[in-house]
Every structure is written in C-alpha cells, then in structure tokens.
C-alpha cells in the first residue's frame, strides 16, 4: 500500500468513525426528549414508570377540579371514558381549562400513580380538539368531531 492510499484510508476511517459518534449522540438526545403522548387507557394497558416525562390527554371530568385554598395548586382527573388519571398541576391554568374540555397535561407519574403536571394545555375554541385526544376517546367508544371532521 502506498503511502497516498494509506492517508486516503485513514482519513476516510476518521470520517466515518465521525459520523457514526455524531449520529450515535443525536439518536440518544432525541430518545431523551421525545414526549410521547398516552391517554388514561393507554396507562391502563401499558404503565410508564414513575418519572419519565410524557404528555397525558382526554377529558377533564365534571366534578374533578378542585383548587388549593393558599396557591396556585390545582387537582382534576383526566379521564378518556373508561380510565382515570388524577393530575396535580401547581401553576395558572389556561383561560380555557374547565370541566368536560379537553386538554393535553405534560409531566410525570409519581410513585403513587398521581400525575405530576409541569404545563397543561386546554381546547382553543369549541370545536377544537387535539387530534390525539380526539383519537384516544374514540377508540375508548366516545363519538367526538374535531374542527378537522375527525
């Protein structure tokens, strides 16, 4: 092998051992971050272990909403029909939120099954539901039409 060939080769190994290290890193931080979405029957089938950031969507149920007398503390149940999930969320809920609209809860499952919300997001208008909640009630047998005919 000529010494011109031998560079050629080891400067095309360095490249590739580059791209791999740099795909290999990309692939694990998006794995971290993804944010998949689960309503309370997925939950049921298919538990996510406590801690584990996911966003949780349905129905808030009437009755369910009850606020803390000194702060910002907030406790209501998702529910998509058949399945529950209590939500705690500490913060200003949106305008929107009330029982019976939807809404999509980003957090985590404490270790006694309490949803821990960091953000809550509610319905924007009356015929607005989000296409992933929208599905997950009517697969649980809800009938639900989003402003998109779904």
């Not at 129905?59 to 909403?65: A, H, N, Q, T, W």
């Not at 907030?74 to 058949?82: A, K, Q």
């Amino acid at each position: 092998m000529t010494p011109t060939r031998k560079r050629r080769l080891i400067a095309l190994l360095l490249i590739l051992a580059g791209v791999g290290v740099a795909s290999t890193v990309a692939f694990y931080s998006l794995q971290e971050n993804l944010l998949y979405f689960q309503s309370p029957s997925d939950l049921a089938m298919q538990p996510i272990p406590p801690g584990r950031q996911f966003r949780l969507g349905g129905l808030v149920k009437p009755g369910s909403v009850t606020r803390a007398q000194d702060g910002l503390g907030t406790r209501f149940v998702v529910t998509d029909g058949p399945k529950e999930v209590e939500v705690e969320y500490v913060g200003i809920l949106p305008d929107l939120f009330r029982e019976g609209q939807g809404v999509i809860a980003r957090g985590a499952l404490d270790g006694n099954g309490l949803f821990e919300a960091s953000e809550v997001l509610a319905k924007h208008d009356e015929n607005y539901m989000p296409p992933e909640v929208a599905e997950a009630l009517e697969e649980s047998g809800h009938t639900v039409r989003s402003s998109d005919g779904r």
